[in-house]
């Protein structure tokens, strides 16, 4: 759930078991339903379906009221079914329970028994389905409606040669196309259930307020002789699964297969209708070779979609092969149900699509709510919504336009004719989705060309930089002066991927206890970051610099870093913004840096030679490829000097990181220093390496630190040195030599452990009495429940096995 800490939704991507339940007997040739509950719930059952499906919804109810939730409800339904049969003689009574007669324990089989031996005349067959609200979603009522048909019918088992084909809740316009399809192929099928007309009738002279469209119960009752059943639904389980049922009661062999939507899942069908004894026309080839057609057409726009796709557990499936397929790589894939294998079965198909497209950060949900659904797509990024009307609240706050599809449709008119299943209904789907992408590219294009490049560059500008306001500002950035102690400085990690893997670097992202580059307590959105900066700057009022420093590459997380400094330089246009890289974008994004206010910039340069680089970095990833060895390294230092040069001569003070690798680089740093300054650099800082586990150094012994001071004096006659750096983490806050940012982490909820309390006395031996006779420190502490350790260790190795000793041996 979204933002609660509760089992609470905020705005469900749901609807109750009995809406689905209902509209499963609407599949059913001359059925009458009856709700057992409260006279609101089948009202709103009936609003809901008429808005969407825009036909005549008669839907009856055993109007339970205080009385019979005290008493029982079996009179309420008795009366009801029997004003039901008297006014639309059906042929089916589907009978669904609310949540109210599920709570009171209402017997509904033995009600509807006892009805039976009251009116022995009765010829209409009775269903009973339990359909609690709370016991899942509309997903999960269909699948048990269809289940207790299969269930309650008497069947007739001699074989029949047919096939059962049993849908999900699909649009009448889907019902009618995979019906030709049956036919077409000559594949002799009963289908349940069959929405095709009784959801979408037409307009003649007479009417029925029966349903006279749908599947005869007398070809129900053939099910059980059927040789196959095609079950077009991927997350069925014993509970829900008509297929099985008929499988177990009458050995009728069943295949799951997903909804048909797309080229691999209609092919699949396709595929196994053959095996039955089908045949491919001459006119399905050509809808095949149509959408083909389509895919290439659409292709290179399709690449940029980013959709969000929310709703049932097969539609969402069905959606994310579709887009898949299509080069569109869905970043959040959402339902509202409790589905059993969700995971398994999206995330493999997006993986793979993120993989092409480069795409690093998506979201599969279940039991998901439109809160939790909206907060992810604004984390990765989303460009368009597929889904219900019901997604229209969450598509208006992200300023995102939604493609409506699925049910409900309430808000547009022709939701029950709306397609996505078979290569026509697929290539429907896939227009609408791509020509809203185009819509909204062509509409906006110039405002948004307009806004980066003209009116927005003006507003968020900040003051064009004298050589006085500059150095100002360079007096009080902490790590490009000796201001270490007076003013602070932020780090936002907003930047978690880097395109470059060096040999001492691990990156972290839920790392709380290391103080190195590359590791924070999280990840933070750009708005998060915005949020979280006003948080500091309150209670830090010394606070002058904003940066971004990872925890991997800045400008290879550039829209992220882009976004956040827009943000945070209109809520506070006089603060500093500083920003590390490793440089190999520096070229591309240098002058867009400027205009967003950059005005400090620390590059990684550790060699001015490819073939040391090539020892220092195992690859990069470069315009969509990898390069390793000295090729990489190449275009590595490339466009770290180009980059340098270029943003030095914007103005922009440049500082230069070199990381000192003993046996690698250690007889270069004089020439990497002698070389920036030539490109404009400012300040060198000459760092220690760190070796991290996990790492390719981890082995490699750091350099001696007089090595290291002699090489930052010899340095500094050619280029001012920084002799202060403290290996700053990317979530670092405060002054260098006080890091508050634990401060302003999220608190995690965990079981709180007793402190160790002792105390060490350490070089000086056994403690001596004070001036008070008997006031021995020991006595005093262990009066106090503190243990007493004496060692002739340094005080931090005494401490680390005092507090081994008080835990039996863990290391702490």
């Known amino acids: 759930m979204g933002a609660n800490l509760v089992q609470l939704n905020v705005n469900p991507c749901k609807m109750c078991m009995p809406m689905g339940s209902l509209t499963a007997f609407f599949g059913i040739r001359g059925c009458m339903t009856i709700l057992h509950g409260s006279q609101g719930c089948s009202t709103y059952i009936r609003r809901h ?100 048909v299969v269930s309650q019918v008497e069947m007739d088992t001699r074989p029949n040669g047919k096939v059962n084909v049993i849908t999900g809740m699909i649009s009448p316009a889907d019902t009618r196309w995979l019906k030709s399809l049956l036919e077409g192929m000559g594949v002799e099928a009963i289908l349940l259930p069959d929405l095709s007309e009784n959801l979408d009738g037409g307009h003649g002279d007479s009417y029925s307020r029966l349903p006279m469209g749908g599947t005869p119960i007398s070809e129900i009752g053939l099910m059980g002789g059927a040789r196959m059943t095609l079950e077009l639904s991927a997350f069925q389980n014993k509970d829900t699964s008509p297929a099985r049922v008929l499988n177990e009661k009458y050995g009728v062999p069943f295949l799951r297969l997903p909804l048909p939507c797309g080229l691999a899942a209609t092919d699949a069908l396709i595929r196994e209708l053959k095996k039955l004894g089908g045949t491919v026309s001459e006119g399905l080839r050509k809808e095949r070779e149509r959408y083909l057609d389509a895919m290439i057409d659409s292709h290179k726009y399709n690449a940029l979609a980013r959709p969000v796709i929310c709703g049932e557990p097969d539609f969402v499936r069905s959606v994310v092969g579709l887009c898949c397929e299509n080069g569109a790589v869905p970043v959040v894939a959402a339902t509202g149900s409790d589905c059993k294998g969700w995971e398994e079965s999206i995330r ?34 989303a460009n368009l919504i597929i889904g219900s009307s019901d997604a229209r609240r969450a598509a208006a706050n992200l300023g995102l336009d939604l493609v409506r599809h699925s049910f409900p449709v309430h808000d547009h008119v022709g939701g029950q004719r709306l397609r996505m299943l078979g290569y026509e209904g697929s290539l429907q789907l896939l227009d609408r989705m791509t020509n809203t992408l185009l819509s909204k590219r062509n509409s906006r294009f110039r405002g948004e060309q307009y806004e980066k490049y003209y009116r927005g560059a003006k507003e968020t500008s900040p003051p064009d930089e004298t050589a006085e306001s500059l150095a100002l500002r360079t007096a009080k950035h902490p790590c490009f002066t000796c201001a270490e102690g007076k003013y602070a400085r932020m780090h936002l990690p907003v930047a978690p991927e880097c395109n470059i893997q060096c040999g001492y670097c691990v990156r ?24 979280k900066y006003k948080r500091v700057k309150e209670k830090i009022p010394n606070l002058t610099v904003a940066g971004i420093a990872g925890p991997g590459d800045a400008l290879a997380n550039f829209p992220e870093t882009s976004e956040t400094l827009r943000l945070i330089r209109a809520y506070d246009p006089d603060v500093t913004f500083c920003l590390s890289t490793n440089g190999l974008m520096l070229p591309l994004y240098a002058q867009e840096l400027v205009r967003l206010g950059v005005t400090h910039v620390t590059v990684t340069l550790n060699t001015v030679s490819p073939e040391t680089g090539a020892k220092i970095y195992s690859h990069i990833d470069f315009m969509g490829k990898r390069y390793y060895g000295e090729e990489g390294a190449s275009i590595l230092l490339a466009n770290q000097l180009s980059g340098l040069k270029l943003l030095c001569s914007l103005g922009v003070v440049c500082k230069i990181n070199i990381v000192l690798l003993s ?67 990317a979530d670092a806050i405060g002054t260098l030599d006080n890091d508050r940012s634990i401060e302003f982490r999220e608190k995690p909820q965990q079981k709180s452990e007793a402190p160790l309390r002792f105390a060490v006395a350490a070089r000086d031996g056994k403690p001596e009495p004070t001036c008070e006779a008997d006031a021995i420190p020991e006595q005093k502490l262990s009066g106090h429940g503190i243990r007493l350790f004496t060692t002739y260790d340094k005080m931090e190795h005494a401490v680390k096995n005092g507090a081994k000793q008080m835990t039996g041996g863990i290391e702490t």
């Open 663 to 729: 046996g690698i680089n250690e007889n270069e740093i004089a020439e990497v220093v002698r070389t920036v300054k030539q490109l404009g650099a400012k300040l060198t800082n000459i760092m220690q390496l760190v070796p991290v586990k996990g790492s390719a150094f981890e082995h490699l012994s750091p350099v001696p630190n007089r090595k290291l001071a002699d090489l930052r004096r010899e340095c500094g006659k050619i280029l001012p040195q920084m002799l202060h750096c403290r290996h700053c983490r």
């Open 508 to 531: 972290k992202f839920d790392c709380p206890n290391e103080s190195r580059p590359g590791v924070t307590s999280g990840i933070l959105t750009p708005e998060e970051a915005l949020e």
């Open 49 to 148: 379906m008429a808005t969407h499906y825009n036909e005549p919804v008669d839907i009856a109810s055993s109007s339970l009221t205080e009385q019979g939730t005290v008493f029982g409800g079996a009179d309420n339904l008795i009366r009801g079914l029997e004003n039901l049969i008297q006014l639309y003689h059906p042929e089916v009574i589907g009978v669904a329970t609310s949540c109210l007669a599920e709570t009171i324990g209402e017997d509904v089989p033995a009600i509807v028994e006892t009805f039976r031996q009251k009116h022995p005349e009765l010829d209409a067959a009775l269903i009973t389905v339990p359909s609690a609200g709370y016991s899942g979603t509309q997903y999960e009522g269909f699948f048990r409606t269809l289940r207790a």
């Open 348 to 381: 493999p198909q997006i993986e793979k699509a993120a993989s092409v497209q480069l795409v690093k950060r998506f979201s599969v949900l279940n039991d998901a709510d439109f809160d939790e659904i909206e907060h992810a797509a604004r984390e990765n990024g």
